[in-house]
């Protein structure tokens, strides 16, 4: 299956596109060949700069077998820049605003070439377990994670989407 890069508004590839996708080939590669429980990420139909992932919300955390769709968009400087990472999945969580916007200091300043596709899907699954609410995008989630557990996973449960409701 040939994966094309995103074409540029010329229809000629976007500058240092191909260094990307043959980066990102090789992420997926990885990404197959060793599965990881829990996460997965693929490219979007033949479009190897847009991908769809999937992580499945921790044991002994309110997000315990649920399942949370994501998109990362990668931009021409991947691996040097970090993708844009949203939940498309509606979560509750102090560290993602109501949008899937998500507040995660390797999607921001922290990012290092050395990172990849997958390190930043188990980042985010470790985040769900363990959110840094000193720094929250959604103020409420982080006084209930701290005041009140069943209020918090109330929350969580209503607002939750199974992928193929997402679909729908």
């Not at 509606?90 to 998500?102: A, E, F, K, L, Q």
């Not at 982080?142 to 939750?160: G, I, N, Q, S």
Request: proline residues 8%; negative net charge.
């Amino acid at each position: 299956m040939a994966l094309s890069a995103t074409r540029g508004a010329n229809g000629s590839n976007a500058s240092g596109s191909s260094t990307v996708a043959q980066r990102l080939q090789k992420e997926l590669m990885d990404i197959m060949m060793n599965p990881t429980a829990g996460i997965t990420a693929f490219p979007d139909d033949e479009n190897m700069m847009c991908w769809t992932a999937t992580i499945l919300g921790p044991d002994s955390t309110p997000y315990e077998s649920l399942i949370f769709k994501l998109s990362m968009e990668f931009g021409a400087t991947y691996p040097y820049e970090p993708p844009t990472v949203v939940f498309k999945t509606p979560i509750y969580h102090p560290n993602v605003d109501m949008s899937g916007r998500i507040c995660l200091d390797i999607l921001k300043d922290k990012w290092s070439a050395g990172l990849s596709v997958l390190s930043v899907l188990l980042s985010l699954q470790s985040l769900l377990g363990e959110p840094n609410n000193a720094s929250p995008l959604n103020g409420q989630a982080a006084e209930f994670w701290d005041t009140d557990p069943a209020a918090f996973k109330r929350h969580v449960l209503a607002r939750h989407k199974a992928p193929e409701e997402l679909d729908a």
